[in-house]
């Protein structure tokens, strides 16, 4: 496919994003557009299904031993019954993929999405209720009300994570610090980060205690834990620019300040052999970083026997919003929808129906490392759990100071205005209360006309 035929493609699907109701019209539009060489979907067919079941194609982003723990789901679940067979298909670009199949009339009839998908395809009106499954939101943890629940529930999980602080034991005991009680406070962790930070004769860093930015996947994150929060869901008004928020960055900030940015560019941009994303801390040249429950293990997969002795905590908290019995920390969440139009809803339901039971939800858990997302997961699921450090996890994941992305619509637009000021604050070109100022201004815009375009459509309907 020629590069420019593939933007073509992409102004396309840029346009279909836009659009407040996925149409037949803009999914056919796209469909023409992208005949020539576009892959739409990869996977293989299962050649051992029994004669006379009803095939249920099941669309997941999963590969590797993520796709795998889900296949021994999908395996129980064929093997359970005899009328319905599940065939589950690993697919690259899963959510623009899904908008276009469910706009044409033709959907897998089982869709896995992340959970900031869900909601443009609930406004969209793309999903099938799940209110027949019995579900109480009670079941779940209470941060994933809202992304599985709208007016009736239309998403179930399939796995989550909570995002914590993961430490070398070793280390803290080399420089005198209990393994056993890792720092709960900002001021207690910027006295370990900067204990375990090693800088050479010329003031280059060798090895970081932390660098808010490794891995760089939740840089959105560190509002709450001093107290701010970006969004405010009951008003639909962005608070990016809320003192605590402000007051985060400014924490963010510091690290090039008291490093040197010239030092920190040259730590990040080092070459190393291992193009691992948690190169970094696996090699000793990060003692602590913030990082999910899977990568106890990637550990395992990349060190073998030569496993470091880690722990994981939640990530330490301004001492203005210090809660031992409710940790703060991200979450994220992999969902179930049965999508609009599909062919055999009564299978579609089946399935999702059996996922939900709690011994297969953490038999997938345990398969990708993670928390369960249930209030309450069973004694044997965490003392067998692969991470040691898994109670932390489902502690962080039934908070009520776990929180997500801001649950709305143009969370795309929010998030590339917010990483736009970030950039900005990271490379000392201005203050956060300068760089949140603007970006404030542009979020709100975004949730403004966002909200017009919600009037609008039901006032045609």
């Not at 396309?12 to 979907?41: P, V, W």
Request: some cysteine.
């Amino acid at each position: 496919m020629s590069v420019e035929a593939f933007l073509r493609v992409r102004i396309r699907m840029n346009f279909l994003d836009s659009q407040t109701s996925i149409t037949r019209r803009a999914a056919l539009g796209t469909f023409g557009a992208a005949a020539a060489g576009y892959a739409f979907l990869g996977g293989t067919r299962r050649n051992d299904m029994p004669a006379g079941r009803i095939v249920l194609d099941y669309w997941e982003k999963w590969t590797g031993h993520e796709a795998a723990a889900m296949q021994t789901v999908v395996d129980a679940f064929n093997a359970s019954q005899d009328r319905w067979w599940v065939n589950y298909l690993s697919v690259s670009g899963l959510d623009r993929k899904a908008k276009i199949a469910i706009a044409a009339e033709d959907p897998p009839d089982l869709l896995g999405l992340w959970h900031r998908n869900i909601p443009f395809f609930r406004r969209s009106g793309a999903l099938l209720s799940l209110e027949s499954l019995g579900r109480s939101r009670d079941d779940y943890a209470s941060v994933l009300r809202p992304i599985l629940f709208g007016d009736v529930q239309d998403a179930a999980p399939t796995t989550c994570s909570s995002i914590a602080l993961y430490y070398d034991r070793a280390m803290f005991r080399e420089f005198g610090f209990d393994p056993d009680q890792p720092p709960a406070t900002i001021p207690e962790f910027d006295e370990v980060i900067n204990a375990l930070t090693i800088r050479n004769t010329e003031g280059k860093v060798e090895r970081a205690g932390f660098l808010p930015g490794d891995p760089g996947w939740w840089n959105w994150s560190y509002g709450p834990f001093f107290g701010g929060h970006m969004y405010d869901a009951a008003t639909d008004q962005a608070m990016v620019n809320s003192p605590g928020m402000i007051r985060a960055y400014e924490w963010v900030q510091s690290f090039p300040r008291r490093w040197g940015l010239e030092n920190l560019r040259r730590f990040q941009g080092a070459l190393v052999d291992n193009p691992s994303p948690y190169r970094n801390f696996f090699s000793g040249r990060l003692a602590t970083t913030l990082q999910g429950p899977w990568v106890a293990k990637f550990m395992q997969e990349e060190m073998g026997d030569n496993l470091m002795d880690y722990a994981a905590t939640p990530f330490p908290v301004d001492p203005s919003v210090q809660d031992p019995a409710n940790p703060h920390g991200s979450i994220e969440c992999d969902v179930l929808v049965v999508p609009r139009n599909v062919r055999h809803p009564d299978g579609s339901l089946a399935f999702v129906s059996f996922l939900q039971q709690p011994e297969n939800l953490e038999r997938l858990a345990s398969g990708h490392g993670k928390p369960s997302p249930l209030v309450k997961p069973s004694g044997s699921f965490i003392a067998e759990h692969p991470n040691r450090s898994i109670e932390v996890h489902q502690n962080i994941m039934v908070s009520a100071n776990a929180f997500a992305e801001p649950f709305t619509e143009v969370w795309p637009e929010f998030s590339n205005s917010l990483g736009a000021g970030m950039s900005q604050i990271d490379v000392l070109q201005t203050t956060p209360a300068e760089a949140f100022a603007r970006v404030q201004e542009e979020v709100q815009a975004q949730l403004t006309r966002a909200a017009a375009r919600r009037a609008l459509r039901e006032s045609r309907l």
